[in-house]
């Protein structure tokens, strides 16, 4: 069955940290892009990191940069979100996502795993 | 603020038609492929229209895509109750510092 499955959230006080795996099955994870996504409690998407299929290349949103890292690990099908000095502003569901990118050409989202949820508070 | 933008919201009743817009810039759209997604209430989102006017299989030729210029359109026909959800296009952006970019989202109401 082609699917991610997210874990490792949970409530984390401001400053501190959390690591984020996702558990790829039912495709060739070492073929794709990988990316992160969350989304706040009511709001809309945002993208935050990916990484290339062969783990070379990273590219992280503005908001994230310098606190969260990317990484995967293509020999356990898994991809991971560690996430430091967190506010109450990184509160949201986190979702690990398959990314389509073919650079110059086409780029989109075509698996998405049902998030877990990362709640930042005192 | 997202870098394109969407209707908050739009409705229309079950069977009609409805138009959701996307608007960007010469540096994203303009030169990109759109994507667009739905989210049901309660779940992940999900692919819904790729290269501006793909649609992966299985999902119905109710759903599609157009692009012209630094906007792309998302129209939905013969609506049914279970189309309600948000939708939100996605691009790459050259310009910024999150490469990949989304509207805001469309709240969709089947009336």
């Known amino acids: 069955q082609v699917q991610l499955v997210e874990s490792g959230g949970g409530l984390v006080k401001p400053g501190g940290s959390l690591r984020l795996s996702c558990a790829a099955s039912g495709f060739f994870f070492s073929d794709y892009y990988m990316t992160w996504i969350r989304q706040a409690p009511g709001k809309g998407l945002e993208w935050l990191s990916y990484i290339s299929n062969s783990g070379s290349s990273m590219h992280y949103a503005d908001s994230v940069k310098g606190r969260f890292t990317i990484s995967r690990d293509n020999a356990k099908n898994s991809l991971y979100l560690q996430m430091d000095s967190l506010t109450a502003e990184d509160t949201a569901l986190y979702y690990c996502?398959?990314?389509?990118?073919?650079?110059?050409?086409?780029?989109?989202?075509?698996?998405w795993g049902r998030g877990t949820v990362v709640t930042v508070s005192s | 603020q997202s870098v394109l933008t969407q209707p908050p919201s739009v409705s229309a009743a079950p069977g009609q038609k409805v138009t959701i817009s996307c608007s960007g810039s010469?540096?994203?759209?303009?030169?990109?492929?759109v994507s667009w997604y739905q989210q049901l209430p309660g779940t992940a989102p999900k692919l819904l229209i790729y290269d501006n006017n793909k649609r992966p299989s299985g999902i119905p030729d109710r759903f599609s895509g157009s692009k012209s210029g630094t906007s792309a359109t998302l129209d939905i026909t013969g609506l049914q109750t279970g189309d309600e959800a948000h939708y939100y296009c996605?691009?790459?952006?050259?310009?910024?510092?999150?490469?990949?970019?989304f509207g805001g989202g469309t709240k969709l109401t089947v009336l």
């Open positions: 010469t540096s994203n759209i303009g030169k990109k492929y």
């Open positions: 996502v398959r990314d389509i990118t073919a650079p110059g050409s086409t780029y989109y989202f075509d698996l």
């Open positions: 996605g691009t790459w952006d050259d310009s910024l510092g999150a490469p990949r970019v």
